[in-house]
């Protein structure tokens, strides 16, 4: 390599390492200014909340409203000797429970298969020692989901009527709860100022805007009617199934921070 060459290389060599040397000075500012800032930069965002006094309300209300979907669970034991027999007895009973309710309106939209079991059943001795294997059991539980609460009723009678060995239910819903829910919510907040009001009044302060506000607990949530439990009648001419729907309710529950001034 000739000198004029070795010159050159040596100069960009040079030349790089300035650069570096310029960027980690560049840097090191930064991060130095960034540093010194700190403590000025999070004294000026200081949010209104945290340099004024405040006041946290909590405000709940709740809204009764007629229900208008029900869900009702149908269910169908069989015990036999052998897991195939019990089965093959159930689903054969549980087959007429669905065309019952299907010849009542009941669409497959409406209908849910919610479990399928077959479990051994075992006696087990006295004194202790090893079980003996007596038989299966085998159950099969349908979801019925009810718009027309009318159906409830006679969709009970005739799964019964068909073989059913249980019945659980009816849950009482609202299809769509979302207007009862705001309703509720609307009248949770207007108690949370009533009750700032008051309390700001009654500590010589005045209540200012709202800074904090959120949702708690089951707003929304309706309050199921407690399930009903029937079991098969042998009578075929036993007296229809009588339902009430009644009213469920919808909670909502809110906190509020507001300022207070004097």
């Keep these: 390599?000739?000198?004029?060459?070795?010159?050159?290389?040596?100069?960009?060599?040079?030349?790089?390492?300035?650069?570096?040397?310029?960027?980690?000075?560049?840097?090191?500012?930064?991060?130095?200014?960034?540093?010194?800032?700190?403590?000025?930069?999070?004294?000026?965002?200081?949010?209104?909340?945290?340099?004024?006094?405040?006041?946290?309300?909590?405000?709940?209300?709740s809204v009764s409203v007629a229900p208008d979907r029900a869900e009702v669970g149908v269910a169908?034991?069989?015990?036999?000797?052998?897991?195939?027999?019990?089965?093959?007895?159930?689903?054969?009973?549980?087959?007429?429970v669905l065309d019952a309710l299907r010849r009542l309106g009941v669409t497959g939209a409406q209908l849910q298969t919610r479990s399928v079991q077959v479990t051994p059943e075992f006696q087990y001795p006295r004194e202790g020692g090893r079980p003996t294997l007596t038989g299966y059991a085998a159950r099969n539980e349908i979801q019925v989901t009810l718009s027309d609460l009318a159906k409830i009723g006679p969709v009970i009678d005739a799964a019964l009527g068909q073989g059913a060995t249980q019945v659980s239910g009816p849950h009482f819903t609202l299809a769509n709860p979302d207007s009862a829910r705001r309703e509720a919510l609307d009248a949770a907040v207007r108690k949370a100022l009533a009750d700032a009001q008051v309390m700001a009044r009654a500590a010589g302060v005045r209540v200012g805007r709202i800074l904090e506000?959120?949702?708690?607990?089951?707003?929304?949530?309706?309050?199921?009617?407690?399930?009903?439990?029937?079991?098969?009648?042998?009578?075929?001419?036993?007296?229809?199934?009588?339902?009430?729907?009644?009213?469920?309710?919808?909670?909502?529950?809110?906190?509020?921070?507001v300022a207070i001034f004097p």
């Design 1 to 61: 390599m000739d000198s004029s060459s070795l010159r050159a290389r040596t100069a960009g060599h040079s030349a790089r390492a300035l650069r570096l040397a310029r960027t980690l000075v560049a840097v090191t500012a930064v991060v130095a200014l960034a540093l010194w800032q700190t403590p000025a930069q999070a004294q000026a965002t200081r949010t209104e909340a945290d340099v004024t006094p405040t006041l946290m309300v909590t405000g709940q209300a």
């Design 76 to 96: 169908v034991e069989s015990r036999a000797r052998t897991a195939a027999q019990a089965a093959s007895d159930n689903a054969r009973v549980q087959t007429a």
């Design 213 to 257: 506000m959120s949702s708690q607990g089951s707003a929304g949530a309706p309050e199921f009617a407690r399930p009903a439990m029937m079991l098969r009648t042998a009578a075929a001419d036993a007296a229809p199934t009588p339902v009430e729907a009644g009213r469920i309710t919808i909670e909502a529950s809110v906190q509020l921070r």
